[in-house]
């Protein structure tokens, strides 16, 4: 079955960055489209951001500018670069396969942004 084991979160002040790092086994990786989405406490888990595999990007509006997704098709690793981290992006960040039929999820990392 498919794997994602999702790396890189963590405790980080108000402005600054970290780098989340999922690697995917058990899949043709380069064929699909990947994502990231978030759960804070007591919220519903949202999309942050997706990358096809030919690379095209979407964002939720409450990260564009800020977040940037990518793709390491030969590492099988996609990535979420966080800048200019807010509070409010505290959650438990989870990677995401969309898959054809259903999709993938990691098991998430904890995102807390606090001064």
């Known amino acids: 079955q498919v794997q994602l084991v999702e790396s890189g979160g963590g405790l980080v002040q108000p402005g600054g960055s970290l780098r989340l790092s999922c690697v995917a086994s058990?899949?043709?990786?380069?064929?699909?489209?990947m994502g990231w989405y978030r759960q804070a406490p007591g919220k519903q888990r949202d999309l942050v951001a997706t990358i096809t595999s030919r690379g095209i990007t979407n964002y939720a509006d409450s990260v564009k500018g800020r977040f940037d997704i990518s793709r390491d098709n030969a590492k099988n690793t996609v990535y979420l670069q966080m800048n200019s981290l807010k509070p409010e992006d505290t959650a438990v960040y989870y990677c995401?396969?969309?898959?054809?039929?259903?999709?993938?999820w990691g098991q998430g990392t904890q995102v807390t942004v606090s001064s």
């Open positions: 995401y396969q969309k898959g054809f039929t259903n999709p993938s």
């Open positions: 058990g899949t043709i990786f380069s064929i699909y489209t």
